[in-house]
């Protein structure tokens, strides 16, 4: 069987699952992450969207596209969303030009100039003001393209101060505690800011990390950043969303996320059980999780980390989503990826 044929095995189940719970049910509304194709002939991208659309998908995250591929995957009736990297920018002309508008550890290190775990982590601080203004200009652009649905915020945290547990062993590294190397921000921004809250220096602090107001301090730079990129887009009529670690919990411990309390029109939480050492059935739990927290009109769709995820075990993961709670699930990684068996 060709890999094109397990994909469309897979997809027709997912068109097959189109019911969420709950007293109303509704149809579920289904994502994928993927390029738009904007290299192809107008031919195969409109197969392309037709052969997703088909597999029960009903909305697109497009990595890249331009307004040919918006205006195909509109023709065949898909919601699109213009993926961004939030705050994790390692654009040139920032580097250069605005170095000091990046994450500093608490070692005194700059995302700028040297990135935590890989070459791209470079982070930029939330609480500048120009990071915000920045990052407003980028997303008020997006809002006024023809043809796109919403803007969907990925890398909207600080690095993983813990790394999910599945990665350790690749990172060679064991996380019980939060090392200063990997504990951010610490600008004089920051600093200044969280002084002037509590008459605090978190550097000075006798144990950084067990300082709640100081963790409180970073939720809130992250949710403030977010609600002001949600009042920007809101104010266009067109949606916003967000990739987010997989419980309310691990998202606050692991990056900072205090996703429960961002103004987003949906969450997609990114519920990769392999990276967390658990099976498929632990994607119900922590959707579970995710929807408790949230109020009950946002809709949560679990995100699936497909090149881990066997057909079997894909058919599973959606299930126990829907049995969570989700109101559809999103996947992540190419339906060709599902491996057989
Ligand atoms: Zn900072």
Known sequence: MSRGAVGVCAATWLAS???????????????????????LTADKQRHRFEQIKQAGVDAVLLSTYNAEVLSHAKEQGLQTHAWIMTLCRGDKQLLQNHADWYDVSRLGVSAATKPPYVGYYHFLC????????????IVSGLADTPNLDGIHLD?????????????????????NTELPQFDFCYCEVCRNAF??????????LPDPPANAAWRQYRYDS??????????TVHA?????????FPTPS?????????????????????TYNRFYNQPPAWIERAVREGVAALPSNRPLYAGLYLPDLRRAEFNHAVGFAMEG??????LFGGLRQIQPG
């Open 126 to 137: 939330p609480s500048h003001e120009q990071v915000r203004d920045h990052l407003v200009r």
């Open 222 to 231: 992250i949710t403030r950043l977010v609600n002001l990129l949600a009042e």
């Open 155 to 175: 890398y909207i945290r600080y690095p993983d101060v813990i790394l999910p547990v599945g990665l350790w062993k690749k990172y060679n590294l064991v996380q």
């Open 195 to 204: 002084k002037k809250q509590t008459g605090e220096d978190p550097l000075k």
């Open 250 to 270: 691990l998202a606050k411990k692991l990056v900072r996320q205090d996703w429960a309390k961002w103004d987003l029109d949906a969450v997609l939480p990114m």
């Open 17 to 39: 699952e189109r019911t969420t719970r709950g007293a109303s049910e509704s149809r579920a509304t289904n994502w994928i992450w993927t390029d738009g194709g904007k290299n």
């Open 236 to 244: 266009k009529r067109k949606m916003l969303t967000a990739a987010v």
């Open 325 to 330: 709670g989700a109101k559809g699930v999103s």
